[in-house]
């Protein structure tokens, strides 16, 4: 593979950007913002004058990361989002590390949560959060905050935000030929109701649309088990509000879900009540109920303001990419099991598939392959595979029974444990453990399930 020269990387900052007012390409001068990259590339080199064209399907954090990332290297970037201002069904939980890695401002994140109650189905209540830093919190963001955020950042480093939904797209007729993208463009301007159908061509097209994504169903992607995940707002009165400034809450039990849990988290003004299931979709509202209950004392004389139900992606598609064509965040299925979490991890998959195609173009000069998507793949498995598998065994060992989930509760009340949990989650990685630790946490589990179906079978003796 030819790796390109520092001075042809250094010649490929003369770029074109997206015009935001305007939706054709146009060229603009050299601009600081653009980030330079030297890599190898093997794809065939563009006509002079013409940059890489990606879509950019969705305004989530992932496609808001995505088209940013795309615009700073130098590649001609058009976001596509249907809603503006679209509040996405969301808990906004975010992990320390998201806050410096994606230089968002601190006046974004709503609470900074630094304890977190973890509450087993005997309402036996775990303090998690001890082990904290002073410096160190769980952020609470609201979403149509932060994904505005991140797309006006995007627009500002030059990629063109349409507010459209995005049909369907055609593959190219020939090799190395375009996608054309069909999409409903809105223009409250034109006082059109439903929009105006338009289309436009593309090199590459980063499906960020979501877990109902029509990229995703456009490429073959096939079907992931999902979640359906259910949350109220509930206005509680201020004083309320007040045990909720820093504290979340989780709730486990089969009343609450079968297999995931129950939450109340925290936003600006309010709180966000809810759970969700896999496996017994048709009674998310009688969990629902569970959950409203468990927390009765804490939100007693709350108003509830808005309802909303949406799936979670339970493991990746079967496949992510096709052609010049890929997915990112809840449309290729990056929601970690156990906790349900997925910004940080669409957020993150946006910014890696837009790196790898910065790369794999030479800054936007030369047209990527499949080959160069496959490397966002495969780097984005290696670093969150270990952190996806953990989380996938946890959830099998301890959401499996009232029994497991009581001697999980036990066991998140061991500051090793806190370490552990509040480290990966915070930052994101995997930490090594203590050998020691491990054999005593080890010994400590197995006592705790022990003890907890031991305790059951006591239990049922005396309800039979
Ligand atoms: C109830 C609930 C609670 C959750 N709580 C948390 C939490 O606390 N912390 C956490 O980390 N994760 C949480 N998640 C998961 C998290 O919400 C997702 O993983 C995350 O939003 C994925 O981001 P994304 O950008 O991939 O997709 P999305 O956020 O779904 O964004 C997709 C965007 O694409 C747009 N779009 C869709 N179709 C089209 C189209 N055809 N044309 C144009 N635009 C389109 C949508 O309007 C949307 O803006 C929760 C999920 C649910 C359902």
């Known amino acids: 593979m030819a790796s390109l020269s520092s001075a042809s990387a250094a010649r490929a900052t003369t770029t074109f950007h997206l015009s935001p007012s305007s939706s054709s390409f146009r060229s603009s001068r050299r601009s600081s913002r653009v980030v330079v990259t030297r890599a190898a590339a093997t794809s065939p080199k563009l006509p002079a004058g013409r940059r890489l064209r990606v879509a950019v399907v969705g305004g989530g954090p992932a496609g808001g990361a995505a088209a940013e990332a795309l615009a700073k290297g130098g590649v001609e970037t058009v976001l596509i989002e249907r809603k503006m201002d679209n509040c996405k069904p969301c808990g906004g939980a975010i992990p320390l590390c998201m806050v410096s890695e994606f230089d968002l401002p601190l006046d974004l994140v709503d609470r900074k949560v630094t304890k977190m109650k973890m509450i087993s189905p005997s309402n036996v ?248 998507l496959r490397k966002y793949l495969a780097e984005f498995d290696r670093l969150y595979w270990p952190t996806y598998k953990v989380l996938d065994i946890l959830q099998k060992v301890f959401y499996r029974s009232n029994a497991a989930r009581e001697a999980f509760v036990e066991m998140c009340a061991d500051d090793y444990v806190q370490r552990m949990t509040f480290d990966s989650y915070l930052y994101k990685r995997v930490v090594p453990g203590n050998p020691l630790e491990d054999i005593k946490l080890a010994v400590n589990t197995i006592g705790s399930l022990v003890r907890a179906t031991a305790l059951r079978r006591e239990m049922s003796k005396l309800t039979l």
Not at 140 to 164: I, W
Not at 261 to 288: E, L, M, N, R, S
């Open 125 to 372: 209540a775990v303090d998690i959060g001890r082990t904290l830093a002073p410096h160190e919190y769980i952020g609470m963001v609201r979403r149509e905050v932060l994904d505005d955020f991140l797309r006006t950042r995007a627009q500002k480093a030059g990629a063109e935000v349409l507010n459209g939904l995005f049909l369907r797209y055609e593959a190219p007729k020939e090799a190395n030929g375009t996608y054309t993208v069909h999409y409903n463009h809105y223009d409250s301007s034109s006082g059109k109701v439903g929009g105006e159908k338009r289309s436009f061509e593309v090199d590459a097209i980063v499906g960020a649309d979501g877990a109902n994504s029509r990229v995703a169903k456009d490429m073959g992607a096939g079907d992931y088990e999902y979640a359906i995940a259910f949350q109220e707002r509930v206005k509680i009165p201020d004083d309320k509000m007040r045990y909720y400034e820093e504290r979340a809450e989780m709730y486990v039990g089969d009343d609450v879900s079968p297999d995931f849990y129950g939450w109340v988290f925290p936003k600006c003004d309010h709180v966000a009540v809810g759970t969700g299931t896999v496996t017994h979709k048709a009674d998310i509202k009688k969990f629902q109920a569970a959950t409203r209950l468990r927390a009765k004392d804490k939100i007693d004389g709350g108003r509830i303001i808005r309802v909303e139900a949406h799936p979670i992606p339970e493991h990746p598609r079967p496949k992510r990419v096709s052609g010049r064509v890929t997915l990112v965040g809840d449309a290729a299925g990056y929601v970690t099991k156990c906790s349900g979490e997925g910004i940080y991890f669409a957020a993150k998959s946006g910014r890696m598939c837009a790196e790898a195609i910065v790369a794999g173009s030479a800054n936007g000069t030369r047209l990527v392959e499949e080959g160069d």
